[in-house]
T-cell receptor
Framework: DAKTTQPPSMDCAEGRAANLPCNHSTISGNEYVYWYRQIHSQGPQYIIHGLKNNETNEMASLIITEDRKSSTLILPHATLRDTAVYYC?????????????FGAGTTVTVRA | DAGVIQSPRHEVTEMGQEVTLRCKPISGHNSLFWYRQTMMRGLELLIYFNNNVPIDDSGMPEDRFSAKMPNASFSTLKIQPSEPRDSAVYFCASIPPGVTSGYTFGSGTRLTVV
């Protein structure tokens, strides 16, 4: 799996959009970009994933650059409950390899 | 849907004792994963099963660790004998068929070996 680079931490204001960057410059054509988050003392929670098109769901939006070497997770209206560690992961699609490898992630603190 | 169920939530044991952690995946999910999380090493994949068969156990730290999945609805992770350095939070996760699906994690078991 390709490696990802994320800033170790970031703050954002409650009610504002939070934009979380991720670099994955060595991503292969068959690798998906996944985002998970982990709120303190809980198991990681799946947020969203995409291959090349931008994706949106009830939790967030995922913007992938045209060359696929980076992506941004957008939390449109951050709340205090969004304070968590956010993990960007790329994973090969297809075959029998379903492993996810977690890096250090970005610690996001939402401030009132 | 009750999600992925892990038990116990907390376990405190003495060094040298056997510890068994349990996991019930979501019904219909055919892949199951065991992860360990510590402050020093973050989230590490220990082993994963597909259709009850162990596919990759390269993350299992040593022979003291073993995992089984006797059927589609139950898995165990056993440590025998336990050591203080095994203290961590152990997570179980499962996914349904289809390579793009997101994992569902359980709430974890916090293990303390004294």
């Amino acid at each position: 799996d390709a490696k990802t680079t994320q800033p170790p931490s970031m703050d954002c204001a409650e009610g504002r959009a939070a934009n979380l960057p991720c670099n994955h410059s060595t991503i292969s054509g068959n690798e998906y970009v996944y985002w998970y988050r982990q709120i303190h003392s809980q198991g990681p929670q799946y947020i969203i994933h995409g291959l090349k098109n931008n994706e949106t769901n009830e939790m967030a939006s995922l913007i992938i650059t045209e060359d696929r070497k980076s992506s941004t997770l957008i939390l449109p209206h951050a709340t205090l409950r969004d304070t968590a560690v956010y993990y960007c992961i790329v994973r090969v699609a297809g075959g029998n390899d379903y492993k996810l490898s977690f890096g250090a992630g970005t610690t996001v603190t939402v401030r009132a | 849907d009750a999600g992925v169920i892990q038990s116990p939530r907390h376990e405190v044991t003495e060094m040298g004792q056997e510890v068994t952690l349990r996991c019930k995946p979501i019904s219909g999910h055919n892949s199951l994963f065991w992860y360990r999380q510590t402050m020093m090493r973050g989230l590490e994949l220990l082993i994963y099963f597909n259709n009850n068969v162990p596919i990759d156990d390269s993350g299992m730290p040593e022979d003291r660790f073993s995992a089984k999945m006797p059927n589609a609805s139950f898995s165990t992770l056993k440590i025998q004998p336990s050591e203080p350095r095994d203290s961590a939070v152990y997570f179980c996760a499962s996914i349904p068929p289809g390579v793009t699906s997101g994992y569902t994690f359980g709430s974890g078991t916090r293990l303390t070996v004294v």
